[in-house]
């Protein structure tokens, strides 16, 4: 198994611009999530979906947009990029938000400058 | 709401034993979880604590109180390859995912 992977690894964007982040994960898991981390800090969640078909915000959406049609693949949208989401970008996987443990797997993380 | 409190940072030696605490307030509670990430890198799983008690793999160890809505991560024999940040989660009840901690940066010195 790949596990959950990402692309691009880093990218520069200028203001304005949009692009899309994949993430996909081979585990059949059926919660997903895409977090911001900002040099030294900590994990914030941006959105989580826990099955095809279903998504939610997290602590910081705005500015972004999210679908699952799948449920190997969650796509995290960027309309008019600003310096601000300037960040490390990690995807993360988890087979149920029902189970206990809920261990996260995290993908490799998208390197995003804004300029 | 959920919350969790753990050091920013800390420093040991190397070849010592050392505690990164977590306290956390939530509405409900099914566990403690522990992430560790390398500097560039991706976080990864640890351990995870559901009851109360004490948690070993290997050098590490984790502890729970559910009474004191604390836990703790020990690391034994510190090796200069565990700094890293370390993260408390904190898991409830319901479609709701892992609440994070700010994480604590862990430097090793010889």
Redesign the interface.
């Known amino acids: 198994n790949a596990g959950v992977t990402q692309t691009p690894k880093f990218r520069i964007l200028k203001i304005g611009q949009s692009m899309t982040l994949q993430c996909t994960q081979d585990m059949n898991h059926n ?1 997903m ?1 895409w977090y911001r981390q900002d040099p ?4 914030k ?1 941006i959105y ?1 979906s ?1 099955g095809a078909g279903i998504t939610d915000k ?1 602590e910081v959406p705005n500015g972004y947009n999210v679908s699952r049609s799948t449920t190997e693949d969650f796509p995290l949208r960027l309309e008019l990029a600003a310096p601000s989401q300037t960040s490390v970008y ?1 995807c ?1 996987s988890s087979y149920t ?2 189970a ?10 998208t390197r995003l400058t804004v300029l | 709401g959920q919350s969790l409190e753990q050091p920013s940072e800390v420093t040991a030696v190397e070849g010592a034993i050392v505690q990164i605490n977590c306290t956390y307030q939530t509405s409900g509670f ?2 403690l ?1 522990w ?1 560790q990430q390398h500097d560039g ?5 640890l351990s ?1 604590n ?1 009851l109360d008690g004490l948690e070993e793999t290997g050098r590490f160890s984790s502890f729970l109180s559910r009474s004191d809505s604390y836990g703790y991560l020990l690391l034994q024999e510190l090796q200069m390859k565990d700094s890293a940040s370390y ?1 408390c989660a904190v ?1 409830s009840p319901g ?4 609440v ?4 604590t ?1 862990l430097s090793v010195i010889a």
């Open positions: 919660y999530y030294g800090m900590g994990l969640l989580y826990v997290g990690f993360a938000g029902l206990v443990t809920d261990t996260q797997y995290f993908g490799p993380g | 099914y566990g979880s992430y890198g991706a976080p990864t799983f995870y559901g993260f898991r479609n709701t995912p892992l994070f901690g700010k994480g940066r």
